[in-house]
Structures are given as C-alpha cells and as structure tokens.
C-alpha cells in the first residue's frame, strides 16, 4: 500500500508522513448534552443558558436521550462498533468560559469503539481510514477579546452544547487523504442528519495531528502496531475548514522535517493555525491525559443502552454514501470516482437519481449532471437546491439526445438559455418553439454536402490525400444546418460522396 503514498524529499533523504484526525461534530439537538437550554446558533450573548450551563451549584447534569441516540447514528454510519455500556468523565481544566472548572466528557470507556470508513481520493483511488472511537462531550462557552479594549467578555451559549468527537486512526498518509477524509466525514453525518456540517458557524472542526518518521518506518508501525516507529506529533487545533486542513498538514510536515534535519526534535505540543499567514505556531507543550485528572462524573449514572434500541436505530438509517456509490457503480455502471462524487450530497444524488428515472441512462445522466449541472453551478455559486435546471427538464433533454430529436451540441445549447433563464418549462416544447429538431431526412441534408463539396473544391483535393480532414467538411454541414443536421447522417452522407473509407 505504501508505494502509493507520495515521499517527501528532504536534504539528509525520504520522510513520510503521517496523519490523524480528531474531528468535533456538533450534535443536531434542539437542546444541549444535559440541560434544556436551547443550542442555537446565533441568538444573543448568554440568552441560552440554564443554571446547569451555568455551573450553578447544587444543579444535577441530565442526559439528553436524542443526543445519545444521534452518537450511536453516528457510529452505525462509521461501521463503528456500539458499546451498550459507556461513562462519562471528569475532564479537569480551569478556563474562564468553562465555568465547571471541568468538562463533561468520556475517556476510557466511550459510547462508540473501533469503526472504519471508506474514503475516495480525487484519482478515484479509495483507502480506508480506521475510527479509533466517538464519544460524547459537552462544548465550552466562548472568550470573547475583542468587545472591548481592555475587557473580556464570557460567552455561555455554546456551554454544554452536544459535541461527538470522532478520533481517527493514524490512517492518513497525505494532505488529500487527510482532506478527503474529512470530506467524507462530513459527507456522512449530514446524511445521517446528526451533524449540520456547517463549517462556518463552527458545527464541525478539526484538531489535526501530524507527525514525520523516515520512509519505510511507518510500515513496521502497521506490522507491529508499536508506536516507537512514528514521529512526535503535533497537534493543530480547530481547523474549521478543508482547505485548511490541507494546508496545515502541508505547512507540518515541511516545518518537522526541517526541525529535524538541522539535528531538532519536534517538541508534542499543541499549534495554532494562522489562516492569514497559512503557518501554524506553538500555543502550548501538550498536556497529558494524566494532567486532567480524569475520574467518572458521580453526578451521572453509567449509560447503558438496550440492544434492541440499537437496532431500531440501525433499522432506520438511510442510505449512506458508500452503499449509494456501489449501486450507482452495479445498476448504472458508473466508474467509482462518477458515483462517488453523486453519492456524496443527498439532494446531488437524489437529483441524479429522477434524471436516470426519466431519460434511463444512467452514463448519459451522471455526465451531465457531474458535467454540465455541477459546472454551471459552480459558475453561478449556486447549490444543487437552487438548480436553474429542474432533474425532469435535464431527464427530458437527455430523453431528447437519446432518440434522436436533437444533436448533443443543440441539447446543450437549450440547457444554457434554461441555465441563463432565456427558456423555461419542458425541454421538448423549446426545442419545437425554436425550430432545433434535428434533420435527419437525408435528402436535405444530402443537398447541403452538395452545396459545400462544390464550393470547396480545395479541400475536395485534400481529402483524397488526408481522409482526416473529412472533419472539416463535417463542420461545414453542421454549421450550414445550423447545428440541426444528424451528426452521423452526416459522416454518412460525405464518406460516400468523398469516397472516404
Ligand atoms: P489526545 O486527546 O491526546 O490528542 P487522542 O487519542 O484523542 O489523543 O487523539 C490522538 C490522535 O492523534 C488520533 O487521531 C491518532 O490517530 C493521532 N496520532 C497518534 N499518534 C500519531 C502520530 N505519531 N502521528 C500522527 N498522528 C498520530
Ligand atoms: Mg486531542
């Protein structure tokens, strides 16, 4: 496997590296991991905090049985294993917008173990990435710096706002993977509807440790299992966008090298992310497990869960990506990296699926909608939801390529005067309103070849030398038709009047 992973070149020889990602998914709940103070976004400072929240003493933690129920989704999702007996944990730290003076967490026995994901790269290769475990944990409140000259404000909304942490294995060998892997990390609980995935309001970031070890080493680690073999690592915290996480693995990984081939060592320690400067910078030596104190919260009881509610869960799990993409690839015969880039938004593939339902081409229909639909989106910043060409209507077009009414050249100049908002309504009835049939009646066309070979006699004299530049001739007819002649009558007709064989 690791040939496939790209070395990088240093002066003193071949490093690799290596990568691992701990990702806090914030839980889709109306109310937060153990009060029933709402956890949305965006209302004004402090307006959504119970005396729970707000560390009142004598207040009693409560668990939240959706949010519970959204982690074991989660796990199912990640082929994760359920652990019907979990606990939650004490996880002492002071920060002012931790007004507990800890955080209600889970350390050594989470609510969902060892799991794995597929995961596509941009070549369409697919790796695996190993999930260590989620577990469930309270998010802290907010610092804000920036109010007042001299003052800091506090913050509680965020304050006991459910939040999975998903740890992965140290699977990830490059920038893509560790990009891709978040991708479909994200991809996944936004099928599942546990996770909004919205990166901007911070629903999902990423804490993203990496470390370096000479080429070769990290073989023995997958043989042996024995950490020995990998690097120090560093671990950059709440990278909240893909870009970014891609660029600190990046940045890492040429700055440890460096470190290390001027005789350094790479101190494990916590770094931040400047997003102007695209470097990362030390924020503080990283703390041990052993330095939060860690012990069972006596205030919870241990959280067992029934069987049998595991599986109605299970039972009720969409369609997720990776099943989507396999029959996209068995029923439609798409290539693996076609049905994958459907299968990873559920409206993108929802949409897909009514356009094979209309025209029953499955090839023709991932063509252009990862084709034509995506890129026309992308142009107009646009998102599947705000489409300017309906799934019936692109249905309809195709319908209309496939038997014959009208050229694929036409087909995509009446979805640009939908895209552009000229047209509207079904496909069929613009064609016929603009005269674009195409002409397949062979007495027509054959006037036209007629027309141009006795104006052309030039290039009459080239074919019979170089039958390649016949396609100058079919460009002729197709333009003189404006575009409506049939392709193939065409090559037809001119092959027998040029005596091209
Ligand atoms: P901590 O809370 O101390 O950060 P976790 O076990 O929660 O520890 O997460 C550690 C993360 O770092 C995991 O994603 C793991 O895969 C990754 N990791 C561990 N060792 C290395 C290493 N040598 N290089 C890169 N990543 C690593
Ligand atoms: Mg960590």
Redesign the pocket.
Same mark, same amino acid.
């Given at each position: 496997m690791s040939e496939t992973r790209k070395l990088l070149r240093g002066s003193t020889g071949d490093w690799e590296v290596?990568? =691992?990602?701990?990702v806090h998914a914030q839980v889709t709940s109306k109310s937060k991991l153990f009060s029933g103070a709402s956890a949305e976004y965006g209302a004004g400072p402090n307006e959504n905090v119970s005396l729970v929240d707000a560390a009142m003493p004598g207040m009693l933690p409560v668990i939240n049985e959706y949010c519970v129920e959204q982690a074991v989704r989660t796990g199912l999702g990640l082929n994760a294993r359920i652990n019907l007996w979990s606990r939650f944990d004490r996880k002492n730290y002071f920060y002012p917008d931790l007004p507990q003076g800890y955080q209600i967490s889970q350390y050594k026995d989470p609510i969902v173990g060892e799991g794995e994901i597929e995961v596509e790269l941009d070549g369409g290769e697919t790796i695996m990435v190993g999930i +260590?475990?989620l577990h469930l944990e309270q998010d802290a409140g907010k610092s804000i710096h920036d109010l007042a000259p001299k003052e800091s404000y506090v913050d509680l909304n965020r304050s006991g706002v459910a939040l999975m942490?998903i /740890? #992965? *294995?140290?699977?990830m060998r490059s920038a893509e993977e560790g990009a891709a892997y978040f991708t479909k990390l994200r991809s996944i609980v936004r099928y599942l509807g546990t996770c909004d995935g919205n990166m901007e309001e911070g629903s999902m970031r990423a %804490?993203v440790? /990496? #470390?370096v070890?000479r080429a070769g080493n990290y073989d023995k680690f997958r043989e042996t299992g024995d950490?020995k073999y990998? =690097?120090?690592?560093t +671990?950059t915290k709440n990278v909240n966008s893909i870009r970014y996480v891609r660029q600190v693995i990046d940045y890492e990984a040429r700055r440890q090298i460096e470190v290390l081939e001027a005789g350094g060592e790479i101190d494990q320690e916590t770094r931040l992310f400047d997003v102007k400067t695209g470097e990362t910078r030390t924020m503080r030596s *990283? +703390? %041990?497990?052993h330095d939060y104190r860690y012990f069972p919260d006596p205030d919870l009881l241990p959280l067992e869960i029934d069987p049998a509610w595991v599986e109605e869960i299970r039972a009720s799990l969409p369609e997720l990506p990776d099943a989507k993409k396999h029959r996209f690839m068995d029923d439609y015969g798409l290539s693996a990296y076609d049905a994958s880039v459907l299968a990873a938004d559920k409206a993108s593939a929802a949409y897909f699926e009514e356009v094979v339902a209309k025209c029953d081409d499955g090839k023709l229909a991932s063509n252009w909608v990862t084709g034509d639909l995506f890129g026309a989106l992308n142009k107009a910043g646009k998102t599947i939801e705000e489409t300017p060409v309906s799934a019936a209507q692109l249905g309809e077009l195709i319908s209309l390529i496939k038997d014959k009414t009208i050229s694929g050249k036409i087909a995509k100049d009446v979805f640009a005067l939908i895209v552009e908002g000229e047209e509207s309504g079904a496909p069929g009835d613009i064609v016929e309103r603009r005269g674009l049939k195409q002409v397949t009646d062979t007495g027509a066309i054959e006037k036209v070849v007629d027309e141009i070979i006795a104006a052309n006699p030039k290039q009459v004299e080239q074919v019979k030398e170089k039958p390649k530049t016949m396609g100058w001739f079919v460009g002729q007819v197709m333009k003189a038709s404006g575009g409506k002649a049939n392709p193939q009558a065409v090559n037809e007709i001119l092959k027998k009047k040029l005596g091209v064989e």
């Open positions: 290596v990568i =691992g990602l701990e +260590e475990r942490e /740890v #992965s *294995k140290p699977d %804490d440790n /990496v #470390s070890c950490f990998l =690097g120090t690592r +671990e *990283k +703390e %041990d497990a």
